[in-house]
T-cell receptor, first 109, second 114 residues
Framework: KNEVEQSPQNLTAQEGEFITINCSYSVGISALHWLQQHPGGGIVSLFMLSSGKKKHGRLIATINIQEKHSSLHITASHPRDSAVYICAVRSKGGNQFYFGTGTSLTVIP | NAGVTQTPKFQVLKTGQSMTLQCAQDMNHEYMSWYRQDPGMGLRLIHYSVGAGITDQGEVPNGYNVSRSTTEDFPLRLLSAAPSQTSVYFC?????????????FGAGTRLSVL
């Protein structure tokens, strides 16, 4: 069973397009994380959310706790945004993290 | 700023060999964890620690041991490597188990077991 589901699995966009990546989860959570994995393999944390919305530059993350759903938006996409984006949740009351399989984004110039 | 340091970056083992993957952080983080990443699957938690002397199992602990004698270090031991343990391993840390905090990841160790 997958506690975290992401869609789409793969996404190709033209430079400048608005991009949305979706994440649904089935467990109670204390926080949701969005991560970016670069082509070289390194992983960096983009956002940690427990409610509402966060914005950092061209990236926006939202979460709806009642619907168990989060979205990551990229405005004015750029080729350097090409990476795998991973949704992860931290279980409520516990120390377990569950990860989605990632969305592979390619932005074409 | 070293952050989370993992060694080695690459390793090839023969079935049955043992080895230790090293992980160190210099941010005084309480929470440290080990994950494996396999093609087509999300990262999966192997073991984690909420502080020195305290460790617990994650989703896929079989075949792996950990210990946490200091806040800084969290080594992962493979006692008898198997081909099923071929994977990319990531160590991560965050500020606290109780308080929410973003995770910082090491660069990863690519392990092949022949």
């Amino acid at each position: 069973k997958n506690e975290v589901e992401q869609s789409p699995q793969n996404l190709t966009a033209q430079e400048g397009e608005f991009i949305t990546i979706n994440c649904s989860y089935s467990v109670g959570i204390s926080a949701l994380h969005w991560l970016q994995q670069h082509p070289g393999g390194g992983i960096v944390s983009l956002f940690m959310l427990s409610s509402g919305k966060k914005k950092h530059g061209r990236l926006i993350a939202t979460i709806n706790i009642q619907e168990k759903h989060s979205s990551l938006h990229i405005t004015a996409s750029h080729p350097r945004d090409s990476a795998v984006y991973i949704c992860a949740v931290r279980s409520k009351g516990g120390n377990q993290f569950y990860f989605g399989t990632g969305t592979s984004l390619t932005v074409i110039p | 700023n070293a952050g989370v340091t993992q060694t080695p970056k690459f390793q090839v083992l023969k079935t049955g060999q043992s080895m230790t993957l090293q992980c160190a952080q210099d941010m005084n983080h309480e929470y440290m964890s080990w994950y494996r990443q396999d093609p087509g699957m999300g990262l999966r938690l192997i073991h984690y620690s909420v502080g020195a002397g305290i460790t617990d199992q994650g989703e896929v602990p079989n075949g792996y041991n950990v210990s946490r004698s200091t806040t800084e270090d969290f080594p992962l031991r493979l006692l008898s490597a198997a081909p099923s343990q071929t994977s990319v391993y990531f160590c991560a840390s965050s500020y606290s188990a109780g308080r929410q905090g973003i995770q910082y990841f090491g660069a990863g160790t690519r392990l092949s077991v022949l």
